[in-house]
Every structure is written in structure tokens, then in C-alpha cells.
């Protein structure tokens, strides 16, 4: 990990800080940001320098490559504040990798793991205030790459710019959750780009999610686009079967966002020494076993969601509710890691990246 911060930073405080306007006890995910931002340029073939200033308005000429071809990559990652007030964040090694893995399948110049942490860093030292201590609570963290060269050329940009928000944050879905398996549409195929967090990914299931959401299911899960017949991801998380006491999950591919929270998960069950079969799942294997009464539970897993219980899926137009599930795995993975997270317990995985005091 960084050690010492060896990034000059141009830094513009906020006159005045919109803190006392929050209700942090009633949140909507991903609305209100905190006083500054992170922003680097990328130009003449370099990453210029980090600036954090107030956080407001970009301005982009109407042709930039953003707008028209999509160029366009993000991460979520979250930080927690300890009983001491320091500043504790989850496996940010993995989002920074991921961010650039993202940028080079996007035709992005990779952005530096330097810059990136003593940016990250210097921020949420800024922004302290607005990571509460409450249980649930966390400062949901977006670090994005945009194309900002002007011109509708159909070629990668040469501008870019790297940008950090921050927003406070509860759960991300209030209420159950229940899922429509996808027999339709598709999010992602073979050679495709369904492994890179880009934005094309998210608008791509836009539109069939709507639908899904007007139906009654609050989200789709996602299965293969040429059979529709195995079971992927739920686009905003990861998703996890348990049949009898097997834990199941589909095998990260080019198709299939390779999730820290899925990570964090499979090495949770198998330090608990559950049986796992990381493996390709069938929607046809799934419906016998809710008719046969042995599907326990299906949950999503992902930064935002966190550990999210499905309560049911609709298959081909019938419906299947889960029985309620004692000794749930979705409430044992959703406090081991929170508990992690907060550092209420003991991190023998190393997961927790302590924030620096730039
Ligand atoms: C995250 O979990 O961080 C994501 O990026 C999912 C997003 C749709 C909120």
C-alpha cells in the first residue's frame, strides 16, 4: 500500500460547509454529496495535476466524446469512521485495480494508483465530518473517468478527467427485494464488456429494469444472451443461491463483474467452512429446488447493497416466494462484513485499509 503522500494537490475550501442541512438519519442513496470533489486532467498525453475544490458544475463542450460514444468508467467504494474517529476503508486495492482494468477494456489511460490514493485520501481527511459513526452508516465513495475531448470523431479521446465524489450513505434498497429472471434481454455477452464498471453497462439495463420495476420485481437478474438459461449477476450486485446448505454463486467471467463484496463473501463462507459451488447455476436448476422446497435463500452482494436478501423471483411469468430462513447466511455475510468493515471485529483477512491523516 502508499506510505508516504508524494502528490502535490491544489486545494480550494467550500466558504462554507452544507452539513448542518443533512438529515443523516434519512438518506437517499446517492443524492446528497458532500462540500468538495476530486478532479485530474488528463491531457498532452499525462494526468495533470489533483485538485479538490467545492463540489458543483463541470463544464464540457456539447461534442465531447463522453456524450456520444459512452467513454465512460466508475468505481463505488466506502469509508467507515472507528470508535476513535479514524477513517477506515474496504479492500481499496481492489476498486483502484479494477478502475483501470475498466479503462484499459474502454480504450482509458490508466489512472495512477499514487495519484489515486493520496487524492482519495487528502478528500476524505477533508470531508471527515461526513462519515458518521451510526450502525448502517458509511460515505459512499464514486471515483469516475469521463472523455472530455470535443469532437464526434468515433475514436478514444485524448482528454480525459478523473473525478471523486462522495455521498453519505444507509442501504441502498429500502424495502424487499424481489427479482425477475431475465428470458429477454441481456446485459452483457462473450467478448463484451459486462466485466468493466462501465456506464454503458448500467444504461444498457435501464429500460428492461423499468420494466421489471412497473411488473412489481425491483431488480433483474441478469442470465447468459445466448441460451437465457444460466443465472449471472443482478447488475447492481452480485448474486448468491443457497440450496440445502450449499452456498452457489456463478463463476466470474468476461460477462460478469468480478465483485469485492462476492470476494469478501466466498472467502467469509470458506473460512467458516460452509460448502461453496463457485459454478454455472440454471434457472431450471433453481425453479426445481424452490418447488422442492430446498432453494433457503438467494441474496445480492455488491459496495452499495452491501448483503441484500431476495424474498422471491419470477420466472417465466410464475412467481416463487422463499420461505423465511433461520439462521440466515444473508444476515451472517451481511454483519461478519460490516462488522469488519466498522472494525468491531477482528480483520484476519487484512481487508482494512486505515486513511491516512494527510
Ligand atoms: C456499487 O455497488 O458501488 C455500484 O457501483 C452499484 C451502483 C449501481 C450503485
Given at each position: 500500500m502508499i506510505t508516504d503522500k508524494k502528490t502535490a494537490i491544489e486545494i480550494q475550501r467550500a466558504t462554507q460547509s452544507k452539513i448542518s442541512e443533512i438529515d443523516f438519519s434519512n438518506l437517499d442513496f446517492g443524492n446528497v454529496f458532500t462540500d468538495h470533489m476530486l478532479e485530474c486532467d488528463y491531457k498532452d498525453g499525462k494526468w495533470q495535476t489533483l485538485k479538490i475544490r467545492p463540489y458543483g458544475p463541470i463544464s464540457l463542450d456539447p461534442s465531447a466524446k463522453v456524450f456520444h460514444y459512452g467513454q465512460a468508467i466508475f468505481e463505488g467504494m466506502k469509508a467507515y469512521k472507528g470508535d476513535d474517529d479514524s477513517i477506515w476503508m474496504f479492500r481499496p486495492d481492489e476498486n483502484q485495480k479494477r478502475l483501470n482494468t475498466s479503462a484499459v477494456r474502454l480504450a482509458i489511460p490508466e489512472f495512477p494508483k499514487d495519484l489515486f490514493f493520496d487524492g482519495l485520501e487528502t478528500l476524505l481527511n477533508i470531508e471527515k465530518d461526513w462519515i458518521q459513526k451510526e450502525e448502517g452508516s458509511s460515505l459512499y465513495i464514486r471515483p469516475f473517468v469521463i472523455a472530455t475531448e470535443s469532437g464526434v470523431s468515433a475514436n478514444p479521446a485524448k482528454e480525459y478527467k478523473f473525478m471523486i465524489l462522495c455521498s453519505p450513505a444507509q442501504s441502498y434498497y429500502s424495502g424487499e427485494v424481489r427479482v425477475l429472471f431475465a428470458d429477454?434481454?441481456?446485459?452483457s455477452a462473450s467478448g463484451?464488456?459486462?466485466?468493466a464498471k462501465c456506464a454503458g453497462n448500467y444504461a444498457g439495463q435501464f429500460y428492461p429494469t423499468k420494466l421489471a420495476n412497473d411488473a412489481g420485481y425491483q431488480q433483474v437478474v441478469w442470465t447468459d444472451?445466448?441460451?437465457?438459461e444460466n443465472l449471472e449477476e443482478a447488475g447492481t450486485m452480485n448474486v448468491f443461491f443457497r440450496i440445502g446448505d450449499t452456498l452457489i454463486t456463478a463463476p466470474t467471467s468476461d460477462r460478469i463483474l468480478d465483485g469485492v463484496t462476492r470476494k469478501s463473501v466466498l472467502a467469509l463462507a470458506e473460512d467458516k467452512g460452509l460448502q461453496v459451488e463457485v459454478r454455472t447455476i440454471s434457472v431450471y436448476e433453481i425453479e426445481a429446488a424452490a418447488k422442492a422446497g430446498t432453494l433457503k435463500e438467494m441474496f445480492g452482494a455488491g459496495t452499495a447493497a452491501v448483503i441484500n436478501p431476495i424474498v422471491g423471483f419470477n420466472f417465466q411469468g410464475v412467481d416463487y416466494e422463499l420461505p423465511k430462513s433461520e439462521n440466515s447466511y444473508a444476515d451472517y455475510f451481511k454483519k461478519a462484513i460490516t462488522d469488519i468493515q466498522t472494525k468491531k471485529s477482528e480483520d484476519k483477512f487484512g481487508w482494512t485499509y486505515k486513511v491516512r491523516n494527510l
Open positions: 429477454t434481454y441481456s446485459r463484451g464488456v459486462g466485466f444472451a445466448s441460451t437465457h
